[in-house]
């Protein structure tokens, strides 16, 4: 019983950190689809009504089309501009399959039974949109939208058989109406389990094979992603560079294995001391880097210090049973728009300033030198 809690624990926490950018792609071509259907279903309705000479079932047809046009509209500018987070596609989810329950349930109000319960042209629309949602990489939104699709058509079911009983269906069969709920959980279920498969190669591409942090490539996707919102809201952004001092000598006195685990331990105690809003990357070699969004020089630079301390303080076991050792770290912060840097340059000044602190002896913390001698002045 404990081990289906935990795994009911975890099938809900959010997806890893990498994807959502990957997700947010997707909710944007979902976006573009769903604007582009939008228009075709109103022109497929004008037609519909025209034909037919403005009857009920086109009339609902282009009733539908008049409020989910303006909301596509509004969705895609939502996607286009806001920062994406997995709660909008949860959001986006519900409303797509709820389109389509919506259309399918106004058709009750005009006593057009077999059409709710036999569309033709709607009922499909669900599995679009089922298949829809697993682009936005969350496994979450999959099973809340299957779930969703299930219980929204089995009350549709459920109001018809009440109001003109079983026997009213006429050749509506209701085997046939427990068949399709099925076939929706069904595809619930498919595209949950294909989300999760399709997350791993994803996560496995994002992340430094030895230390689980994000790889380079993956580090300045999400860099660029948050000196953009950064410029964009005026809001302040850090960054640190690390790199681990006389590693190659560690390397050389204690072996190749004993420095992966020196790596490895360095990346645990860097990681285990951020904000879930911050992330780390390991850049090559002995080189980490950690982003700070929302952070300025003076967050910054504490952080940094308590990263140098607390890597200094932590042992390393050694393979063999041999005598822990620990190591030592140097770190240069930059930060914006404190001092005035380019942005898009931080990395760049980062660095310069990891130099600095290599040059003036390592494990220390090198920052924005106008911002050290302000706050070194303030104190006299």
């Not at 089995?154 to 003109?164: D, P, R």
């Not at 005026?234 to 000598?249: E, L, N, V």
């Not at 020089?297 to 952080?303: N, S």
């Not at 042992?315 to 822990?324: C, D, F, Q, S």
Request: charged share 20%; proline share 3%; hydrophobic share 50%.
């Amino acid at each position: 019983m404990q081990g289906i809690r935990e795994r009911w624990r975890r099938f809900w926490m959010p997806p890893d950190s990498t994807l959502l950018q990957t997700g947010g792609q997707g909710e944007k071509l979902i976006s573009w689809g769903r604007l582009s259907l939008s228009f075709a279903a109103i022109a497929f309705a004008f037609v519909g009504a025209w034909i037919t000479h403005r009857s009920e079932a086109a009339l609902v047809y282009l009733a539908v089309t008049y409020v989910s046009l303006p909301l596509a509209g509004l969705l895609h500018l939502i996607v286009s501009r806001a920062d994406y987070r997995w709660a909008i596609g949860f959001v986006t989810s519900a409303l797509d399959v709820s389109i389509v329950s919506i259309t399918l349930a106004s058709f009750l109000l005009v006593d057009r039974f077999d059409l709710a319960l036999m569309n033709p042209v709607a009922f499909p629309v669900y599995f679009l949109a089922l298949s829809a949602t697993s682009m936005r990489l969350d496994h979450r939104a999959c099973a809340v939208a299957g779930a969703l699709a299930v219980v929204q058509y089995g009350a549709i079911v459920g109001v018809a058989v009440a109001v003109v009983g079983v026997s009213g269906l006429g050749t509506i069969e209701l085997a046939a109406q427990g068949a399709r709920i099925a076939l929706l959980g069904a595809m619930g279920i498919l595209g949950t389990l294909v989300n999760l498969r399709m997350q791993k190669p994803h996560v496995l591409s994002a992340n430094d094979g030895l230390t689980g942090l994000l790889n380079r490539h993956a580090f300045e996707d999400r860099w660029s992603g948050e000196v953009a919102r950064a410029r964009r809201y005026g809001r302040p952004i850090s960054i640190a560079a690390i790199d681990i001092d006389y590693f190659k000598h560690f390397n050389d006195t204690h072996g190749h294995a004993a420095g992966d685990l020196a790596l490895q331990s360095v990346a645990r105690v860097i990681r285990s001391r951020v904000r879930g809003g911050d992330f780390v990357a390991r850049l090559g070699g002995e080189e980490f880097v950690v982003a700070l969004p929302e952070t300025n020089t003076a967050a910054a630079l504490r952080v940094a210090e308590q990263l140098r301390e607390a890597v200094a303080n932590h042992k390393i076991a050694l393979p063999g049973g041999r005598t822990p050792e620990s190591v030592t770290i140097s770190i240069g912060v930059a930060s914006w728009p404190d001092h005035g840097e380019e942005v898009t340059r931080l990395l760049d000044r980062a660095d310069d300033r990891l130099y600095e602190a290599k040059l003036a002896g390592r494990d220390q913390v090198k920052g924005p030198q106008q911002r050290i001698e302000r706050e070194v002045a303030g104190r006299f």
